[in-house]
């Protein structure tokens, strides 16, 4: 490969699977599947659930969706345009997006299907808190779920209602909670105070109203005769036999008061679905805090994963009320429009592998953080899932892979240039910039002309993990006086370990520069935003004061 000029590629045109699996079968999964029909795509649905073909449930669809919920049921069951792999498990996933590779484990059999893009949609689990209160599981002790499951059922809700219970709800104690945690709340003591002698006390510490509806919603339980008791700490409750006591102080009335309720429902916790561990394996995705599958990645929002194709949605990446998942669903679509199109793509490529160079250590293979270099003979990069950061091209000890737009020759000619630029008796300083971030900052900073180094060059990077360390030891050799490395913060990059890759490059060129007795001080690594123009001027002037220090 020749290097010393810009490579030129061809545009390729790519066909792509119209294809799309859904993986989840709840509200959310539904939804999805929907929609994308609509779109024109053939829906693969799989419900990833061992009982029926849909598993949405009281737990995940307030009372006043169900019926809306069970017509988008009916109306996915009779599409023809989505075919349904019930009680079908996910084992394993190949390929690139446009050409996935799917086998899923149907009893003893695996089946196995094409797919352009891959939605999950798996729903939440639940875990009861009834113990941290104390409490054994009875006919009167309860929890959110199964008080839900009494409502739903007419016969149980009778039986409620005839006893005219008197039923305490224990909120936000034991855990912090959620909006969706409290509208499931809000809905069970509307219902409750809706029963004729039926009446509800709540106990709650923090009130989560902040999604849409939910203050109304509580308003309108107070009106129909729902007390509420916000508290500072959790009330002191016993359980003896089928007699259950309430001790609490009343910061309104500043009195100890004590109730005798016919019921009590504990809150839960809601969590990741146990099956989002497997398909992050599987599927190769990042997974993020708590079970969920998407990371704490500002570029990862609403519905990417690090591998192009895979998109993640609802309850999958977090607890989401309905409407919020709902909307997951209008960005997921828009997102899978914009990969698959009409099944056909004009792509040039970001980055090209000189075969004759490769020795398949697969370096790159292990490195790429969006799964996109797979191999036969020699590595093959897929220009579709490729998104040009360069962290194979540095990381390459072969240098067999060249970005297009970033090539060694071109970053050669503008650290030349950068560092051999004309100033007057101040320092040379070049920063490398990633893109994503730190230009973004610096061409702000220039923009509202705050106070720069007048030596100071910006060389634009793809990502900071495109820095070769001999970037920066060329640098110096052509005239800078210092160099700074500047990328994103932790847990923000774009590439997900681009700054990771580019902070072992320059602990590695500390050591360097120590061996050949160029001072440590003469390069910096930081990290910033793209809105951080304010931090950006205050990094450079000070490495600028620091070099002039030393040389005077």
């Not at 779109?39 to 019926?67: C, K, R």
């Not at 990645?297 to 895979?310: A, K, Q, W």
């Not at 030349?416 to 061409?443: D, H, I, R, W």
Request: aromatic share 6%; glycine share 6%; charged share 25%.
């Amino acid at each position: 490969m020749n290097t010393n000029t810009k490579l030129q590629t061809d545009m390729e045109k790519i066909d792509l699977s119209k294809d799309i699996a859904v993986i989840g079968g709840g509200y959310t999964g539904l939804k999805a599947a929907s929609r994308i029909s609509e779109s024109g795509y053939h829906v693969i649905l799989v419900p990833q659930h061992n009982d029926a073909d849909f598993n949405f449930s009281v737990l995940d669809v307030p009372s006043t969706e169900i019926n809306r919920v069970k017509a988008l049921e009916n109306e996915v069951a009779n599409n023809t345009n989505v075919e349904i792999l019930p009680k079908s498990t996910l084992v394993e996933a190949t390929g690139v997006p446009g050409d996935f590779t799917l086998k899923f484990l149907f009893a003893d059999s695996v089946i196995e299907k094409k797919a352009g893009a891959v939605v999950v949609a798996t729903d939440t689990a639940v875990n009861p808190l009834n113990t941290i209160y104390g409490l054994n599981p009875a006919e009167n002790v309860v929890s959110l779920s199964e008080f839900e499951n009494l409502l739903a059922s007419q016969d149980t809700k009778k039986e409620i209602q005839t006893g005219q219970k008197t039923v305490a709800f224990l909120v936000g104690f034991a855990h912090e909670g959620s909006p969706l945690l409290m509208k499931r709340i809000l809905n069970s003591v509307s219902e409750t105070v809706g029963m004729d002698g039926c009446s509800a006390y709540v106990y709650v510490n923090n009130i989560k109203v902040a999604d849409d509806g939910l203050e109304r919603l509580y308003k309108q339980s107070r009106d129909n005769g729902a007390i509420y008791f916000k508290l500072e700490k959790s009330p002191t409750v016993m359980q003896e036999n089928e007699s259950l006591t309430v001790r609490f102080h009343d910061p309104v009335i500043r009195k100890d008061i004590e109730l005798n309720p016919d019921m009590i429902v504990c809150e839960e916790s809601m969590i990741a679905d146990e099956t989002n561990l497997s398909l992050a394996k599987i599927l190769r995705i990042d997974q993020g805090p708590m079970g969920f599958l998407q990371n704490e990645n500002v570029h990862r929002l609403p519905v990417n994963s690090n591998r192009e194709g895979i998109f993640v949605i609802g309850s999958a990446r977090e607890v989401q009320s309905l409407s919020q998942s709902w909307t997951d669903v209008d960005n997921m679509v828009l997102r899978v429009k914009q990969l698959i199109g009409d099944g056909e793509k004009s792509i040039s490529a970001k980055a090209v592998v000189d075969r004759e160079k490769c020795t398949i250590c697969l370096t790159c293979y292990r490195c790429c953080p969006h799964e996109a270099i797979s191999w036969d003979d020699k590595a093959i990069i897929s220009q579709v899932a490729c998104q040009g950061c360069g962290i194979c091209a540095s990381e390459c000890p072969m240098d067999a892979i060249q970005l297009i737009d970033f090539t060694d020759a071109e970053m050669a000619d503008r650290i030349q240039k950068a560092a051999s630029a004309v100033t007057a008796n101040t320092p040379k300083l070049v920063a490398f910039c990633c893109q994503n971030s730190a230009y973004e900052a610096g061409m702000t900073a220039k923009a509202f002309n705050y106070q720069l180094p007048a030596g100071l060059q910006l060389i634009k990077v793809p990502c900071a993990g495109k820095i070769d360390i001999h970037y920066i030891l060329d640098a110096l050799v052509e005239g800078a006086d210092g160099v700074l490395v500047l990328a994103c913060h932790h847990g923000n990059c774009k590439s997900e370990s681009g700054n990771t890759y580019a902070k072992w490059r320059i602990n590695d060129a500390y050591r360097k520069l120590e061996q050949i007795g160029i001072e440590k001080n003469r390069l910096e690594f930081a990290t910033l935003a793209s809105n951080m123009a304010v931090d950006f001027a205050r990094i450079v002037i000070d490495m600028e004061k620091r070099i002039s220090q030393k040389k005077d």
